[in-house]
């Protein structure tokens, strides 16, 4: 592509200095020609001017002028005394910006007078068949190198970018990489805009092959249980209690099955509803709203939960049950992965220019720093054993960012995972 655009380059580059040698050098050609006829009908218009008021001068009155002025034809002429008073004049066809004037004083029996002559600018010209030649040939040069450098820069700037793009589209649809172009002309921009399109689509293309192939993976394994279990009941001589037991476990896997469909279609809900039902309020009711209850719920789990939690009166914009059920999906993400005695999370506020940060953190196992970035996408789990992988922190993003907010983890101060959101706060007019 580089390459075809320095050849466009140099190719332009090269016609558009020919033009430019073409041109001045047909230019001093006309200006010489044009020079060349305006000295010639000066010359010309002189001795019509004194040939004239030699005549004029032998008339016998002033009466006859106006016969003489009109014996000559193609000359306009104009006559006036020393009062500017029109005495003779041609009425043939009127003055042009451009015909070639001379004009003359004399004396006619002692009174003072002016004449004005003109003549069609080079009025020999277009019957000069070697002058019209040149010029015809001039026109038609000018004409044509215009033409053609037109054409090379609409192609150039258009039509080859156009036909760029027609080609890429072409290649995206038998599955062949598209390229970016090196322009900031907007077929280039729509270009870019389209490679970037193709990429967030293949982008979703991976990470819903890589969701499909995980919930497949984790649906298989409750699965085989279920139909393992199953068969087994079938056989006559299994006790009351095994079959019970065997019962209830199936029951157990068909469960796990629903949920994570359950979380699933959740998370596609949340991924293409958009529709919010915000709320106006301050920082402090809103966590306020978010925390209530939680307390309670965590001690009988054996947590303890600290709120730290400042008095706060910027203003939010926040649907309250959707934020819920972030801290909801952030705490419970943090119970599955306590690995001490003490358990404890914490959840506090922390004001910022424009900006309400509220940070939950936890003393769990946490997460790798190189896999900080990566816990937020669907079906994520740092499980290396392959168990169920969840949807509750990608469900956490979605509804943050429908915020117009951010979300993003962190290693906490008490050497768990710490997720931070960040919302943007209205300024109190």
Known sequence: MKKSRKNDIFFLTALFIALTLFSVYYFHSVSDIIQTYAQRDTNLLQQY????VNRLQTADSVNEWQDIINSYDGIVTEIKDENDRIVAHTKERNRSLLD???QKAFVYKDNAYII????YFMRDYLTDSGYLFKLLL??????TLFLLLLSMIIYALMLRPMHKFYVSIEKYEKGEPVKRMNSRS???????????????????????????ASISHDIKTPLTS???YAEMMKKENLSEERKQRYLNTVYEKAVAIRDMVDDFDEYLSYNMDSSLRKTKMTVSDMLEKLTEGYEDELQSFGVDLICNLEQNDDIVDVDIQKMRRVIGNIIGNSLKHFNSERKLIEIECKKKPGIAQIIVSDNGE??????????????????EGRKVAGLGLAICREIVESHGGEIYAEKSKFGGLAVVIELKTIPIK
């Not at 669907?378 to 499980?383: F, V």
């Open 49 to 52: 001017n004194d040939d004239i």
């Open 100 to 102: 070639t004037k001379v």
């Open 116 to 119: 004005k002559t003109s003549i």
């Open 138 to 143: 001039i026109v038609f040069g000018m004409v």
């Open 186 to 212: 907007e077929v280039g921009r729509l270009q870019n805009r389209f490679v970037d399109m193709t990429e967030t689509i293949s982008k979703q293309q991976q990470n819903q092959r890589r969701i499909i």
């Open 226 to 228: 279920i139909m393992g």
């Open 366 to 383: 946490g997460v790798e720093e190189e896999k900080l970035e990566v816990i937020f996408e669907p079906l994520y789990t740092s499980d």
